[in-house]
Nanobody, 119 residues
Framework: QVQLVESGGGLVNPGESLRLSCAASGDTINIFRMAWYRQAPGKQRDLVAETSAIGTTDYADSVQGRFIISRDNAKNTVSLQMNNLKPEDTAVYSC?????????????WGQGALVIVSS
């Protein structure tokens, strides 16, 4: 079992920055992918950014160049630095981890952190 706990959500003005963090605990040794997803009101949950165990990253087009995902394998944490935030970034952001092997894995989700971008 893996537990994921997010922190760092809140209310910010457009153009400001915010950093989300996710701490993984439990059976973390087999985690090979971590990511951030978000779900805006009335919309489906979408991938924001992801990182592999070897540090490769990928981003949604809507956040490319503004958000940075980083992972600390020693501390079992993954962070999302969000810069130049826009009102359309308002959503519940959830940390995600995939554990096992690419052919057979278990998915874990954090409880979610609310980010509101509004003036």
């Amino acid at each position: 079992q893996v537990q994921l706990v997010e922190s760092g959500g809140g209310l910010v003005n457009p153009g400001e920055s915010l950093r989300l963090s996710c701490a993984a605990s439990g059976d973390t040794i087999n985690i090979f992918r971590m990511a951030w997803y978000r779900q805006a009101p009335g919309k489906q949950r979408d991938l924001v950014a992801e990182t592999s165990a070897i540090g490769t990253t990928d981003y949604a087009d809507s956040v490319q160049g503004r958000f940075i995902i980083s992972r600390d394998n020693a501390k079992n944490t993954v962070s999302l630095q969000m810069n130049n935030l826009k009102p359309e970034d308002t959503a519940v952001y959830s940390c995600y981890a995939r554990s096992g092997t690419p052919a057979r894995y278990i998915e874990y989700w954090g409880q979610g952190a609310l980010v509101i971008v509004s003036s």
